[in-house]
């Protein structure tokens, strides 16, 4: 009996500001007439109507999901593949170093036009561009995670003579798991930006494509509608991201947990 | 071991040392020089002017930093860019520390914050767009709209962070409120603050590029796309090797900034063994 | 050496003392960690608080710095009567590199308190660096930070702290715990002799029995659960005491089996609950 008072008081405390904000929006929006902000009622019809709408949502999000799935799963892996070669052979990170610095310096967005002039404009660029740009996060975290492996660990592993392989998977990726997550997550944020910006042009399907149509052809509802997509597209995409990240790093969070009991 | 070999071992060590300190620097220019070569061979294989050769490129760019509105675009892009990351200072920053020092109002936000920070910034682009138009101002609320959250949600999770045992030291000795929070919280939550700012200040820059970008308001962003728009490939090019020259600087800005204000937290001192 | 096999009934002396407890207790919640603590501090004396692993002794002591009010009975600092950290009274924590400011050099760490009372910068720094000097360090130390001392520098950096405030009382929770023995001998000399020169009343709270008759002139020892004061135990070696001598000779081998034993009785009635629970009010 407790637990559930205890969570529904959490879940009260945490609702209740969201619920107020979104209230005052409502009746807000109602009375005040303003030509780019409209009724919270309608945004919630034309949400319904494009996003809702099985064959209209499907329309919408899959070439967007497209461009997030591969172009994420191709920023992680090839972000933890250099990013570890790079922290496990020192001289060759210390000689790539100052070109490292620069093509991440780049803002992934201004290399669009670049994408467009060398790779076209259909769903391959935009695939290309956003594994560009969210390689980054993910490759500079594995590569400060694997450098940060706990000394001990490796002589440990070492001096009972764990295989070179073993060696890599079971311990230092492991280890340097929860930074590799960390640089994962702002990939992943990355990855939302750059999809949206890379459908602003020549796409022919997706939010961003949609989102854009509707405010060139002043459709004010429709774009908000994609607002308000986008926004629970990128929450629940975090929402996996975090189970996935619970799951695999348990052994972390339950560590963490102990290490602040104890101090 | 007889004083000769040893002197002689040191002295190996110091020439070694010596050859470090040139040899490395060489090397990496020399793989800059490979870079430079490998972009030359791929311009060949591009088709017409897709990707012209490095020379091209950096000819252009000499051109255009001869000119007046290379140097209105550059600056109009940083200025928006320093305007933009100050603002979401001044508000992420007190606005987070107040926040995190109550519990009832970090419990409270925590859902808010959590759903309004995964939303891409960009999707405020066309709005901001149909109200403030194609000019710096948009660009400006579009930058911020991004670059204040990270700033925030580490401030309010740096407020949590403090020492407790300072606060008790605090109270011991009767030192009032204010003083404790001038020169205990708030040095104290530099070090988390900090990661949020940097943050923000990446997102800041790209926000900032990429309103300029799309949003056709003046800036480097904006060069880079007419560049694209009017395929005069070497001038985008050359503008896109300035946005990376800005993202270096305002990094290596950063990071000196940090080194500075940071110079007492264990992180500083040990990279200094790097 | 005689002992007092009864707790101090108060206020039966015409001088008035520097810390006085009357019927302390304190509960956190549903438990009652201290209950009925009854002594006395006079000026001038040292007093050592002991008592077996996990009994209170810390929370005693934050009581009496005021950093709690005692939920049950009255604290009396010089002869008023106290709720909260009164000016007069200064805390050495055991923990000195987290009660240190890692962002601040050493004066101004020592400073601090003193301009936040309200004391001018240059009486601040003319107090710290005679506190410094008292504690044995360099006046160049004042420009380091604390992270570049060692664990038994901090340590008096700390002690420094808390005597340019001008203390009268001094409370001290395990401060020697986390140094080395040599450090940790070097230091209870220090505060011995800061004691004797400056006739500062000090209250310590050690686990270390040899520690606390080295130092004191009375021993409070604290046991059962509730704690309560057990014993306290006057200590009669002199006022002149020396790391060798003092602790080689008989009276104090006989004082120190006698507070072991009270210890060790008080630990099979209230056994520690195991490896560092530290308590927490919420």
Same mark, same amino acid.
């Given at each position: 009996m407790n637990a559930l008072r205890r969570t529904t008081s959490i879940v009260a405390i945490e609702l209740w500001l969201p619920l107020t904000l979104v209230i005052i929006w409502w009746v807000v929006s109602e009375y005040v007439n303003s030509l780019y902000f409209p009724p919270l009622s309608v945004i919630m019809q034309s949400f319904a109507e494009n996003w809702l709408n099985p064959e209209n949502a499907a329309a919408n999000l899959v070439p967007s999901l497209q461009v997030i799935f591969f172009g994420y799963a191709l920023a992680v892996i090839g972000g933890i593949v250099l990013g570890a070669t790079l922290g496990l052979v020192r001289p060759l990170e210390r000689a790539v170093r100052p070109v490292v610095e620069a093509m991440r310096a780049v803002p992934g967005v201004a290399l669009l036009p670049l994408f467009i002039v060398l790779f076209g404009i259909d769903q391959q660029m935009r695939i290309l561009l956003v594994a560009y740009g969210a390689t980054w996060p993910v490759l500079l975290n594995t590569l400060d995670g694997v450098r940060g492996v706990e000394p001990t660990l490796l002589d440990m592993s070492r001096a009972f003579r764990v295989g070179r392989a073993r060696r890599l998977f079971g311990v230092i990726l492991k280890s340097a798991g929860p930074q590799i997550f960390a640089g994962a997550r702002i990939a992943l944020a990355v990855t939302l930006i750059i999809m949206v910006v890379s459908e602003t042009v020549g796409a022919s399907g997706g939010v961003g494509y949609f989102l854009m149509t509707a405010k060139s052809e002043f459709r004010i509802a429709s774009m908000w509608s994609a607002m308000v997509a986008l926004g629970i597209l990128g929450y629940l995409l975090n929402i996996i991201f975090r189970i996935a990240e619970r799951y695999i790093l348990r052994w972390h969070r339950l560590q963490q947990a102990r290490l602040e009991r104890t101090s | 071991m007889t004083n000769a070999s040893v002197v002689t071992q040191r002295s190996v060590r110091m020439v070694q040392f010596r050859a470090g300190r040139i040899v490395w620097p060489l090397i990496q220019v020399g793989v800059v020089l490979l870079a430079g070569g490998i972009w030359w061979l791929a311009s060949g294989f591009f088709p017409a002017g897709a990707l012209p050769p490095p020379g091209v490129v950096l000819a252009r760019l000499g051109e255009l930093m001869l000119t007046g509105e290379f140097w209105i675009a550059v600056a109009i892009t940083v200025g928006t860019f320093a305007l933009a990351l100050i603002c979401s200072i001044l508000i992420g920053v007190p606005l987070g520390l107040w926040i995190g020092s109550s519990r009832f109002w970090t419990e409270s936000t925590r859902l808010l914050f959590d759903f309004l920070r995964? @939303?891409?910034? @960009?999707?405020l682009l066309p709005l901001l767009l149909l109200v403030l138009g194609a000019d710096f101002q948009m660009v400006l609320v579009l930058s911020i709209a991004g670059a204040v959250w990270p700033i925030l949600i580490q401030s309010v999770y740096a407020a949590r962070q403090g020492e407790a045992l300072l606060a008790e030291m605090a109270a011991s000795f009767r030192i009032p409120k204010a003083w404790y929070i001038r020169h205990i919280f708030v040095p104290g939550a530099m070090p988390f603050v900090m990661t949020g700012v940097r943050l923000g200040t990446t997102i800041a820059l790209l926000l900032t590029i990429a309103g300029e970008l799309l949003g056709a308001a003046p800036g480097v962003g904006h060069e880079i796309a007419a560049a694209q728009a009017w395929y005069d490939t070497p001038r985008m090019y050359a503008y896109v090797l300035v946005s990376a020259g800005l993202g270096l600087a305002v990094n290596g800005g950063f990071w000196s900034l940090q080194r500075y204000l940071l110079r007492w937290h264990p992180s500083v001192r040990e990279e200094g063994r790097r | 050496m005689s002992n007092t096999a009864s707790p101090e009934t108060p206020g039966t002396s015409t001088v008035i003392p520097a810390l006085e407890a009357r019927g302390l207790g304190h509960s956190y919640g549903a438990r009652q960690v201290l209950e009925g603590i009854d002594f006395s501090v006079l000026p001038g004396q040292f007093v050592c608080i002991v008592g077996p692993s996990g009994v209170g002794k810390t929370t005693l002591l934050r009581c009496l710095s005021g950093l709690q009010t005692a939920t049950s009975g009255e604290l009396r600092v010089l002869g008023k009567v106290a709720r909260e950290p009164q000016p007069g009274v200064a805390l050495v924590f055991q923990d000195y590199s987290r009660s240190?400011?890692?962002?601040?050099s050493v004066l101004h760490n020592i400073t601090l308190p003193l301009r936040a009372n309200g004391v001018s910068r240059k009486e601040a720094a003319d107090r710290a660096y005679r506190a410094l000097a008292q504690v044995g360090l360099a006046d160049v130390v004042g420009e380091q930070y604390p992270w570049q001392l060692s664990g038994g520098m901090q340590q008096r950096v700390a002690i420094a702290r808390a005597l340019a405030y001008n203390p009268t009382v001094l409370l001290m929770d395990e401060p020697f715990a986390s140094v080395d023995a040599q450090t940790r001998a070097d230091l209870e000399d220090l505060v011995l002799g800061l004691q004797r020169r400056l006739g500062l009343t000090v209250t310590l709270v050690t686990h270390d029995i040899d520690e606390s008759v080295y130092l004191s002139d009375r021993i409070v020892v604290l046991s059962g659960s509730p704690a309560r004061v057990a014993e306290v135990v006057d200590v009669d070696l002199g006022t002149s005491r020396d790391q060798i001598l003092t602790k080689s000779s008989a009276e104090f081998a006989a004082l120190r089996t006698h507070v072991h034993g009270l210890v060790r009785a008080a630990a099979a009635v209230s056994p520690s609950t195991g490896t560092a629970r530290t308590v927490v009010p919420s």
């Amino acid at each position: 009996m407790n637990a559930l008072r205890r969570t529904t008081s959490i879940v009260a405390i945490e609702l209740w500001l969201p619920l107020t904000l979104v209230i005052i929006w409502w009746v807000v929006s109602e009375y005040v007439n303003s030509l780019y902000f409209p009724p919270l009622s309608v945004i919630m019809q034309s949400f319904a109507e494009n996003w809702l709408n099985p064959e209209n949502a499907a329309a919408n999000l899959v070439p967007s999901l497209q461009v997030i799935f591969f172009g994420y799963a191709l920023a992680v892996i090839g972000g933890i593949v250099l990013g570890a070669t790079l922290g496990l052979v020192r001289p060759l990170e210390r000689a790539v170093r100052p070109v490292v610095e620069a093509m991440r310096a780049v803002p992934g967005v201004a290399l669009l036009p670049l994408f467009i002039v060398l790779f076209g404009i259909d769903q391959q660029m935009r695939i290309l561009l956003v594994a560009y740009g969210a390689t980054w996060p993910v490759l500079l975290n594995t590569l400060d995670g694997v450098r940060g492996v706990e000394p001990t660990l490796l002589d440990m592993s070492r001096a009972f003579r764990v295989g070179r392989a073993r060696r890599l998977f079971g311990v230092i990726l492991k280890s340097a798991g929860p930074q590799i997550f960390a640089g994962a997550r702002i990939a992943l944020a990355v990855t939302l930006i750059i999809m949206v910006v890379s459908e602003t042009v020549g796409a022919s399907g997706g939010v961003g494509y949609f989102l854009m149509t509707a405010k060139s052809e002043f459709r004010i509802a429709s774009m908000w509608s994609a607002m308000v997509a986008l926004g629970i597209l990128g929450y629940l995409l975090n929402i996996i991201f975090r189970i996935a990240e619970r799951y695999i790093l348990r052994w972390h969070r339950l560590q963490q947990a102990r290490l602040e009991r104890t101090s | 071991m007889t004083n000769a070999s040893v002197v002689t071992q040191r002295s190996v060590r110091m020439v070694q040392f010596r050859a470090g300190r040139i040899v490395w620097p060489l090397i990496q220019v020399g793989v800059v020089l490979l870079a430079g070569g490998i972009w030359w061979l791929a311009s060949g294989f591009f088709p017409a002017g897709a990707l012209p050769p490095p020379g091209v490129v950096l000819a252009r760019l000499g051109e255009l930093m001869l000119t007046g509105e290379f140097w209105i675009a550059v600056a109009i892009t940083v200025g928006t860019f320093a305007l933009a990351l100050i603002c979401s200072i001044l508000i992420g920053v007190p606005l987070g520390l107040w926040i995190g020092s109550s519990r009832f109002w970090t419990e409270s936000t925590r859902l808010l914050f959590d759903f309004l920070r995964t @939303i891409p910034p @960009i999707a405020l682009l066309p709005l901001l767009l149909l109200v403030l138009g194609a000019d710096f101002q948009m660009v400006l609320v579009l930058s911020i709209a991004g670059a204040v959250w990270p700033i925030l949600i580490q401030s309010v999770y740096a407020a949590r962070q403090g020492e407790a045992l300072l606060a008790e030291m605090a109270a011991s000795f009767r030192i009032p409120k204010a003083w404790y929070i001038r020169h205990i919280f708030v040095p104290g939550a530099m070090p988390f603050v900090m990661t949020g700012v940097r943050l923000g200040t990446t997102i800041a820059l790209l926000l900032t590029i990429a309103g300029e970008l799309l949003g056709a308001a003046p800036g480097v962003g904006h060069e880079i796309a007419a560049a694209q728009a009017w395929y005069d490939t070497p001038r985008m090019y050359a503008y896109v090797l300035v946005s990376a020259g800005l993202g270096l600087a305002v990094n290596g800005g950063f990071w000196s900034l940090q080194r500075y204000l940071l110079r007492w937290h264990p992180s500083v001192r040990e990279e200094g063994r790097r | 050496m005689s002992n007092t096999a009864s707790p101090e009934t108060p206020g039966t002396s015409t001088v008035i003392p520097a810390l006085e407890a009357r019927g302390l207790g304190h509960s956190y919640g549903a438990r009652q960690v201290l209950e009925g603590i009854d002594f006395s501090v006079l000026p001038g004396q040292f007093v050592c608080i002991v008592g077996p692993s996990g009994v209170g002794k810390t929370t005693l002591l934050r009581c009496l710095s005021g950093l709690q009010t005692a939920t049950s009975g009255e604290l009396r600092v010089l002869g008023k009567v106290a709720r909260e950290p009164q000016p007069g009274v200064a805390l050495v924590f055991q923990d000195y590199s987290r009660s240190l400011m890692p962002w601040s050099s050493v004066l101004h760490n020592i400073t601090l308190p003193l301009r936040a009372n309200g004391v001018s910068r240059k009486e601040a720094a003319d107090r710290a660096y005679r506190a410094l000097a008292q504690v044995g360090l360099a006046d160049v130390v004042g420009e380091q930070y604390p992270w570049q001392l060692s664990g038994g520098m901090q340590q008096r950096v700390a002690i420094a702290r808390a005597l340019a405030y001008n203390p009268t009382v001094l409370l001290m929770d395990e401060p020697f715990a986390s140094v080395d023995a040599q450090t940790r001998a070097d230091l209870e000399d220090l505060v011995l002799g800061l004691q004797r020169r400056l006739g500062l009343t000090v209250t310590l709270v050690t686990h270390d029995i040899d520690e606390s008759v080295y130092l004191s002139d009375r021993i409070v020892v604290l046991s059962g659960s509730p704690a309560r004061v057990a014993e306290v135990v006057d200590v009669d070696l002199g006022t002149s005491r020396d790391q060798i001598l003092t602790k080689s000779s008989a009276e104090f081998a006989a004082l120190r089996t006698h507070v072991h034993g009270l210890v060790r009785a008080a630990a099979a009635v209230s056994p520690s609950t195991g490896t560092a629970r530290t308590v927490v009010p919420s």
